[in-house]
């Protein structure tokens, strides 16, 4: 049997979604920039999927830019807006220690060029300050961007107080809305935000496309140049299944969402109240601002990849973090910027889940994990120590 908890690094196809992108790939499959009668149907299914996606976003279809997934889209987002306030005098970014790497590398990149990036702290509960916004931001400041939701911890951003800030400084103010979009309501308008980054492979869509809206008024910078598609902002023929399978999941999503959250909310519930008789295990972040879904733990003691091997045994899949770092032996930047002391953070389990998941499933993994962390404590020279109440270096 195999468990899969790992739904903040990619989720399954729906078969809403499968279904939608079948039969485009039978019978519709002309490039939407061709004259001809299958050209024009497939486009005409690319722009019906845009409107959809703007209604669940509460945006303007010609705010729909279609991308290779969220990365692209952050990318596109600060490098637009950094060089647009380039060009005014404007040369300062904010954002916070926490974000995405598709984030704090493109700033990484940024400063490299001149730009000065301020890095708001992020506080034990995993989220934000509006007022440290508010603080930071500057006559030269360029643009802000603040995730709505953090994809390790699941932490939810003040985002509409942040959002109504940038606005009255007259900031752009762009979110990455990856780990949120399909999960939470998410509102361009109440959010106040210039730009929000989408990615269709977290809410049961497939893999390879993705969402920048961009709020009409806001100038955008290509960074694939050569066709005219997207407006002229997005060069490249339309990955025109990717889209419309995008577009079906969305609407599904959207719709199901009060029911989802409700149930998956339960099933988190149960893994937190679960793990809590465990000695010195700690879960991350806040429980009321939270994703419905993911479920941050540390357990002293132990590392965190010998564990997810040891779930992986048990036919459980989850992560220690971001799966763009999964590679990485180092702690998480997530759980440091919230003060998670690095010999703990060592030792992260993320649990993710979505609708999938059953109640079954949850004893299974609280079954595994009371097993599993006794066990490797038990081999632990660190545990031996901090029993012993020496000092773990």
């Known amino acids: 049997m195999t468990i899969y908890a790992d739904n903040a690094a990619t989720t399954r196809l729906s ?6 992108m079948l039969d485009l790939m039978k019978d519709n499959y002309g490039n939407p920039s061709s004259l001809h009668h299958k050209g024009q149907r497939a486009k005409e299914l690319v722009e019906e999927a845009r409107e959809d996606i703007a209604n669940c976003i509460g945006a303007k279809p010609n705010e729909i830019y279609f991308t290779s997934g969220g990365s692209e889209a952050d990318n596109q987002a600060i490098l637009s807006a950094a060089y647009y306030g380039a060009e005014r005098g404007k040369k300062h970014i904010i954002s916070s220690k926490f974000e995405h790497h598709a984030v704090l590398h493109t700033l990484d990149k940024l400063k490299k060029e001149g730009f000065e990036v301020t890095l708001v702290d992020v506080y034990k509960n995993g989220i934000v300050k509006p007022e440290d916004i508010a603080s930071a931001i500057r006559e ?8 709505t939701a953090n994809n390790e911890v699941g932490t939810i951003q003040p985002i509409e107080e942040i959002g109504k800030i940038c606005k009255e400084k007259g900031v752009i103010f762009h979110t990455d809305s990856v780990q949120a979009v399909g999960h939470i309501p998410v509102d361009v308008n109440t959010f106040n935000c210039d730009m929000l980054s989408i990615s269709s492979h977290k809410f049961n869509g497939p893999k390879g496309v993705g969402v920048l809206y961009c709020r009409k008024g806001t100038v955008l910078t290509p960074l694939i140049n050569g066709g005219a598609q997207e407006r002229n902002k997005r060069a490249g023929t339309e990955y025109t299944y990717g889209i419309v399978g995008m577009a079906a999941a969305l609407k599904e999503a959207v719709k199901e969402m009060d029911e ?25 972040g806040d429980r ?7 479920v941050n733990m540390c357990f002293e003691g132990i590392e965190g990849e010998s564990l997810l091997l040891l779930l992986d045994g048990d036919g459980i899949c989850a992560s220690s973090g971001s799966a763009c ?19 703990i953070a060592h030792g992260s389990l993320r649990l993710s889940l979505n609708s999938y998941n059953t109640e079954e499933e949850i004893d299974i993994i609280l079954s595994s994990i009371h097993r599993i962390v006794p066990y490797l404590r038990s081999i632990s020279p660190v545990w031996e120590k901090i029993q012993k109440g020496e000092v773990v270096e």
């Open 325 to 343: 770092t999964s590679g990485s032996l180092d702690p998480s930047h997530v759980l440091l910027s919230m003060g998670v002391p690095v010999e």
């Open 15 to 20: 078969e809403t979604a499968l279904n939608a």
């Open 288 to 294: 009321e601002h939270s994703l419905p879904g993911t």
């Open 140 to 147: 030269d400041t360029a643009l802000v961007t603040i995730m």
């Open 260 to 284: 989802s959250i409700k149930y998956v909310s339960a099933l988190r519930d149960r893994i937190i109240d679960g793990v809590g008789d465990i000695e010195r295990s700690f879960v991350n």
